[in-house]
């Protein structure tokens, strides 16, 4: 290991990385014991239950120890590697990590926090705080003759001096704190509200040490409460090791994606009254379509398919029929309708089903819905899709047909009100112009909740798809 002088130990904790998670599994160490890494670099690999992310480390140093080996499922503030950074009291040698890390540099007094200010959710890399920032304490008030609070008095029977009840500040007096945009964004990818950062820097701005400083001080270990020792309880019996025929059962432990999604559909499945209606069409029109788009120099490298048609026709039927594209608010007993539509894809991946969604999708042309759907794509086979991408979705597509099956019935995404399946594209004989002929086919279905959406709203959109790739001209009267 490089030696540093006047070095301490940091411990870095499993962030929150989405929205509420509680765990995650670390997929792959990009570093060892020993090696050196810098503010920014890519440490590990981690798979929440919504998607793969990569953690960045927030300070110089080197590699003390990882403390979870690969595959292993950690709980979110759990601390997950040690690093060695300089600037603080060299640890003792074979010192244990968590008791070299230093105490948080003393800092000035700060005024009270306006209320609502508090701090934003934590973002990729940096856990969550398990402590508010710590401040140097203030100056003892004078005694108070009379009519002292019972919080000073408590605070005086502990020893401590008791710090005066905060005062509500004028509102004329908060002021945007000062730092310049390099600043800010560091500020904001550490996951750090800038109105709790302390600044040192000329006229009062807020210097990128001012924000790390404020990384140290909310990762600071909280101080031990010595409780008495619980009465030893008397041992449990271990349970009895299921045994299996290893030559002819494999077992697969359920984690990180596949099982956020089972827990998901039990919910959806359990908590909005499906419906499923179903239609056939004939889409050899729509396939002709795609072949003349794809020769077309507008749509040169563009990812063009029947899919593309397909949510095109979908965000018609929507526009025709806005009151599909909403959620069911359960505590404000209110229907919530949606003046945009977020299009979820549903895409198989190694890790299991996900359903990213393209934002705004409603106010995208053909060409850029193209292009967007190719993103969608390409990011989800390589495992990049990030937590924000699958949030947010309003209506879903799943192309059960690139399997070959003829049709499904979906389980809706929760907070949604409908998913279109998409069946094989087959030849099938069908009566066109009064004769029996060979044509492109498929079988559509869509699944809606029905407190909200009754079979008449979905019947109509329904009916509207199918309309559209029959006749993909209506894509030009409809839009």
């Not at 140097?136 to 008030?141: G, M, S, V």
């Not at 005086?156 to 509102?171: I, K, Q, S």
């Not at 309003?394 to 499904?408: H, S």
Request: proline share 10%.
């Amino acid at each position: 290991m490089t030696t540093m002088t006047n070095a301490s130990v940091r411990e870095f904790k499993m962030p929150d990385v989405g929205e509420g998670l509680t765990e995650a599994e670390i997929l792959k160490w990009y570093v060892q014991p020993g090696d050196t890494v810098t503010d920014g670099q890519v440490v590990c690999e981690v798979e929440t239950a919504k998607a793969a992310v990569e953690l960045p480390i927030p300070y110089d140093g080197v590699v003390r120890a990882l403390h979870f080996p690969e595959g292993t499922t950690v709980d979110v503030g759990t601390s997950i590697i040690a690093v060695e950074v300089a600037g603080g009291a060299a640890p003792a040698a074979g010192a244990p990590a968590a008791e070299t890390e230093p105490a948080p540099a003393p800092q000035e007094p700060q005024e009270p926090k306006a209320e609502g200010s508090g701090r934003q959710p934590v973002l990729v890399g940096y856990g969550v705080a398990t402590s508010a920032t710590r401040r140097r304490p203030r100056k003892a008030a004078p005694e108070a003759p009379a009519g002292q609070t019972a919080v000073s008095v408590q605070a005086e029977l502990n020893g401590r001096t008791p710090v005066p009840e905060p005062v509500a500040e004028p509102a004329a007096a908060r002021q945007r704190p000062l730092a310049k945009p390099p600043v800010r964004k560091l500020a904001k990818d550490l996951g750090i509200d800038l109105a709790t950062v302390i600044p040192t820097g000329p006229d009062g701005i807020i210097t990128r040490e001012d924000v790390h400083a404020a990384v140290s001080a909310t990762q600071a270990p909280e101080p031990e409460v010595q409780t008495p020792a619980p009465a030893p309880a008397a041992p449990a019996a271990a349970p009895a090791p299921v045994s299996y025929d290893t030559a002819r059962e494999t077992r697969i432990p359920v984690k990180g994606v596949r099982k956020a999604t089972a827990a998901a559909m039990v919910g959806s499945a359990f908590t909005a009254p499906h419906v499923t209606e179903f239609v056939t069409v004939d889409v050899t029109r729509t396939m002709k379509l795609v072949e003349e788009l794809r020769e077309d120099k507008e749509f040169s490298g563009l990812r063009v398919n029947p899919l593309l048609l397909i949510a095109k026709a979908l965000l018609v039927a929507i526009r025709r029929n806005p009151e599909i594209n909403a959620s069911w608010d359960e505590a404000a007993q209110e229907i919530v309708v949606k003046h945009y539509v977020n299009l979820g894809i549903a895409a198989a991946t190694p890790r299991g089903l996900i359903v990213p969604n393209i934002k705004d999708a409603h106010a995208k042309t053909l060409p850029q819905l193209a292009e967007s759907l190719g993103e969608l794509v390409s990011t989800a086979r390589e495992g990049k899709t990030s937590p924000s991408a699958m949030q947010g979705g309003t209506v879903t597509i799943t192309n059960v047909g690139v399997f070959g099956v003829d049709t499904g019935t979906p389980i809706l995404n929760p907070g949604e009100s409908a998913i279109l399946a998409v069946g094989a594209i087959k030849p099938q004989p069908w009566v066109h112009k009064g004769k029996v002929k060979p044509r492109q086919v498929t079988t559509l279905a869509l699944s809606f909740d029905h407190r909200l959406v009754d079979g008449e709203l979905g019947s109509k959109v329904l009916a509207d798809v199918a309309a559209i790739l029959e006749q993909p001209k209506r894509l030009i009267t409809w839009a």
